[in-house]
């Protein structure tokens, strides 16, 4: 029998305070190895498809007490920086409700449910960095890494 293959290869990289630094692969979403695959749509009414809860995946990362932030890094140098304990609801969703890998937000976009904004539910997310900020208690902020050649600095 054929097996339908929907996964395609992809790694998101959890780097920073963190005590080993490991690769999260497509097959440890897909096979529900970092944690269960749930409905998003329940949680957040304007998605769908299959997301690991952020919660489960922090039992596999052992994070440093002194974290007090996460970044999370786009492939397109969006990213956003979100305080330790707004983790506790978020979400990486990493397949289509067709089962397939997502089309937009490959290979997986962060879903921050009750976020202050839009704009943290990061697409295509390839690292994920704990750091610790001089401002412990700083809000989530989000945007464009400031990319300013040294020529203009
Ligand atoms: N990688 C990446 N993620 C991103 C963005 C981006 O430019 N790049 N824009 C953010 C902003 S500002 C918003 S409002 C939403 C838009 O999500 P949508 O494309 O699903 O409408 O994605 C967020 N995630
Ligand atoms: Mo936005």
């Known amino acids: ?9 992809f790694l998101v990289q959890v780097r920073g ?8 692969h497509d097959s440890d979403f897909f096979a529900g190895k970092v944690g269960p695959a749930v409905d998003v749509t329940p949680i957040v009414p304007t998605f769908s498809g299959k997301a690991t809860p952020i919660s489960s995946v922090l ?7 002194e974290a007090t932030h996460v970044i999370f890094h786009a492939s397109d140098e969006f990213q956003a920086t979100l305080p330790r304990e707004e983790l506790t609801n ?13 089309r937009k937000g490959f290979p997986v ?20 960095e704990f750091v610790r900020l001089d401002d412990p208690k700083r809000e989530s902020t989000f945007g464009f890494k400031n990319v300013v050649p ?4």
């Open 1 to 9: 029998m054929k097996q339908e293959q929907t996964e395609r290869p």
């Open 17 to 24: 305070l963190v005590e080993r630094d490991i690769d999260l």
């Open 59 to 65: 039992e596999t990362i052992r994070v440093k007490e």
């Open 90 to 102: 978020a979400l990486l969703l990493f397949q289509q409700e067709n089962g397939e890998p997502l």
């Open 109 to 128: 976009r962060l879903l921050v449910p009750n976020g202050k904004s839009d704009c943290l539910n990061v697409k295509s997310v390839v690292k994920m």
């Open 150 to 153: 040294a020529q203009e600095l």
